[in-house]
T-cell receptor, first 113, second 115 residues
Framework: NAGVTQTPKFRILKIGQSMTLQCTQDMNHNYMYWYRQDPGMGLKLIYYSVGAGITDKGEVPNGYNVSRSTTEDFPLRLELAAPSQTSVYFC????????????FGPGTRLLVL | DQQVKQNSPSLSVQEGRISILNCDYTNSMFDYFLWYKKYPAEGPTFLIS?????DKNEDGRFTVFLNKSAKHLSLHIVPSQPGDSAVYFCAASRNYGGATNKLIFGTGTLLAVQP
């Protein structure tokens, strides 16, 4: 099983550019999440989804958009990249609403210059 | 406003000894706590959790202690092994009718276990 896969692994963006971070899971999990981890900080929840077609904001949603058209995929969209969005982005999925069941992807490192 | 704090950025321990990682929280509404382990270039993995109705939970070499009055929890690893070297994150959540997945993370502690 691949688990949770994220692409790309690393990306450099210029200010104002847009991009989509891809996340796919092959475990048929209903719940999916996007987190960001800034240097020296803990992870912060950006958006989450409890199933296809259902998304909700987390702690730090500003500057991001998400969609969930399938169970497997949960892309994160940055429309106008800003230096403050330089971070490592982690996607996670889970089969329940219990935190212990979250499986994390390896992360995408994003640098906005 | 850091609701979950890990005040020690790093900790170095000899192999075979006890590692104690500490975490403090400020929000008294938190009632579920977890520890995650993270290796470089990987996502975090769940290690152990504790509900606020308990003061101790043990899983093999890992034990988590919760002191609600002090808003403090700690992770004990005994005995420590070189493979335990990683960043450890403390996380907290409210239990919304069984849902504990809206996590607030601490800043992490880098544990180095010396052979």
């Amino acid at each position: 099983n691949a688990g949770v896969t994220q692409t790309p692994k690393f990306r450099i963006l210029k200010i104002g550019q847009s991009m989509t971070l891809q996340c796919t899971q092959d475990m048929n999990h209903n719940y999916m999440y996007w987190y960001r981890q800034d240097p020296g900080m803990g992870l912060k929840l950006i958006y989450y989804s409890v199933g296809a077609g259902i998304t909700d904001k987390g702690e730090v949603p500003n500057g991001y958009n998400v969609s969930r058209s399938t169970t497997e995929d949960f892309p994160l969209r940055l429309e106008l990249a800003a230096p403050s969005q330089t971070s490592v982005y982690f996607c996670a999925s889970s089969y329940s609403s219990r935190a212990e069941t979250q499986y994390f992807g390896p992360g995408t490192r994003l640098l906005v210059l | 406003d850091q609701q979950v704090k890990q005040n020690s950025p790093s900790l170095s321990v000899q192999e075979g000894r006890i590692s104690i990682l500490n975490c403090d929280y400020t929000n008294s509404m938190f009632d579920y706590f977890l520890w995650y382990k993270k290796y470089p270039a990987e996502g975090p993995t769940f290690l152990i959790s504790i509900s606020s109705i308990k003061d101790k939970n043990e899983d093999g070499r890992f034990t988590v202690f919760l002191n609600k009055s002090a808003k403090h929890l700690s992770l004990h690893i005994v005995p420590s092994q070189p493979g335990d070297s990683a960043v450890y994150f403390c996380a907290a959540s409210r239990n919304y009718g069984g849902a504990t997945n809206k996590l607030i993370f601490g800043t992490g502690t880098l544990l180095a276990v010396q052979p």
